[in-house]
């Protein structure tokens, strides 16, 4: 059975800093992606990772503040998260994509629960 649970999210102040893990159980060899979804939006790409790190993809908005990372010995991912924004605020989702490294949510094969982040002024 594929779990994926995300853990980290908390209130922060802007321009503070957050670590977000997700970690999986009863996967190998995926992408490891990572989404979000503020309140009345559509869910949004924010960063993937390939399974041997070489790949890394960024959605503009977080690129030079966000930085994502995994361990495969874990099996887990992580996205480290700076100079927080208020518009980050939202449900931050994991997702694993067994096949492709990409931005298009629809494409991935397991998700997360989530975790809510919210980012103060």
């Known amino acids: 059975q594929v779990q994926l649970v995300e853990s980290g999210g908390e209130l922060v102040q802007a321009g503070g800093s957050l670590r977000l893990s997700c970690a999986a159980s009863?996967?190998?060899?995926?992408?490891m992606g990572w989404f979000r979804q503020a309140p009345g939006k559509e869910r949004e790409f924010v960063a993937v990772?390939?399974?041997?790190?070489?790949?890394?993809l960024y959605a503009d908005s977080v690129k030079g503040r966000f930085t994502i990372s995994r361990d495969n010995a874990k099996n887990t991912g992580y996205l480290q998260m700076n100079s927080l924004k208020v518009e980050d605020t939202a449900v931050y989702y994991c997702?694993?994509?067994?096949?492709?490294?990409?931005?298009?949510?629809?494409?991935?094969?397991?998700w997360g629960q989530g975790t809510q982040v919210t980012v103060s002024s």
């Open positions: 997702a694993a994509s067994k096949l492709l490294i990409q931005r298009n949510g629809a494409g991935y094969d397991y």
């Open positions: 009863g996967l190998t060899r995926y992408a």
């Open positions: 990772i390939g399974w041997s790190s070489l790949v890394i």
